[in-house]
Every structure is written in C-alpha cells, then in structure tokens.
C-alpha cells in the first residue's frame, strides 16, 4: 500500500548491462538500482551483454514479414524479457561518446519486435571518465531515438549521470550508488 492508501502494482524490471569490463562501474550502478526497485517490491532481472551471443543485423528484412528473426543467436530470448517488462534500464559506460557497439547490436536487433514495444518506463544510467554531463549528450540523443522515436507510448523516467569514473570499481564508494538506489526504488 502506499501512502494514500492505493496498492502499488509490482512491476518487471529489466536491467540491460552493456559493459565488458570486470568490476564496471555502470554494472555496478545497475545493481544498486535493482535493490533499489526490489526493496520497493519490483521483481528485477539483469542481463549482461558481454554473456551473451549477439550478431549483427544483416538488414535482410526476413524479420518485417516473419517477426522473427533468421539468426540463431541469443537475441530472441533477451527481446523476449524486453517485451515482458514494463521498465528498461540500459546500464552503459560511455566510450568516446557513444554506447558500447553490443548495445547498439541490441537495438538494431530489435526490428521483428519493436512495434510490440509499447507503454515503457526507461531509464539510462550513463557512467563516463568524463566529467562533464553534458559531453554525454550525444548518447542520450542515441538512446532517446530508440525508445521516444522508435517506441510506441514509452517514457523516459530517469537518467543517471555518473561521470569523472574512470577506473574499475570507483562507483562503489560514489553517491551515484545512491543516486542509483534511490532512482530504482522510486519507480
């Protein structure tokens, strides 16, 4: 129940993580949003990109008429999750002010679904070795085609700037932490 009284619905929370690098500080970020929206009764799934075989788009158009897809990979599987969820994280490390190429692969990817993605919540949490936000813009431009230009009836809910990260492991005793675990819990 919340506050007035009204039953909060649990929501399914996909997190997509899209850093190869061990200790990530993005991935780091997407786990404290998951006990953040956990704590608030959300159910969370995270996938890390980097465990999973993802090819690119051949562009063939097999996929408009079909729905699907004619690579064997493991992408059917994840667009299966991103269709079930009612909010997607894109956890991201910003490399030369772009996302990772395998994040980018995904969205591609997407084409025998994205018609069917519809009434999303996102959030993005960007973590950069730049300090300045707004260097990060190019990204979020990125990402708000896929979900506002692309996407039916999605909404952008948050995003998380986490920048002056450069090493491995330095969100883990950042106020992003926090950041994060706020933002997950106020889905």
Not at 85 to 106: E, N, R
Not at 134 to 146: C, I, S
Not at 169 to 182: I, P
Request: glycine share 6%; with cysteine.
């Amino acid at each position: 129940m919340n506050f007035f009284g009204g039953i909060i619905m649990s929501k399914n929370v996909l997190v997509i993580s899209a850093s190869f690098r061990d200790v990530s500080n993005s991935d780091t970020l997407a786990k404290a949003f998951m006990k953040g929206a956990v704590a608030a009764g959300h159910k969370a799934e995270k996938i890390i990109l980097s465990e999973h075989e993802i090819h690119f788009c051949m562009g063939c158009g097999y996929c408009t008429n079909t729905g699907m897809c004619v690579q064997n990979d493991d992408v059917a599987e994840i667009l299966e999750k991103m269709l079930a969820a009612d909010v997607i994280v894109f956890a991201l490390p910003v490399y030369f002010y772009s996302m990772p190429g395998q994040l980018k692969t995904l969205i591609d990817r997407t084409v025998p679904v994205y018609t069917k993605l519809k009434n999303k919540d996102f959030y993005y949490i960007l973590t950069a070795a730049d300090t300045e936000k707004e260097h990060l813009a190019p990204v979020v431009t990125a990402l708000r085609g896929f979900s506002e230009m692309c996407l039916e009836k999605c909404n952008e809910r948050g995003i998380l700037y986490a920048t002056g990260l450069w090493k491995a492991g330095e969100a883990e005793n950042s106020q992003y932490m926090q950041d994060a675990y706020d933002m997950g819990n106020k889905i």
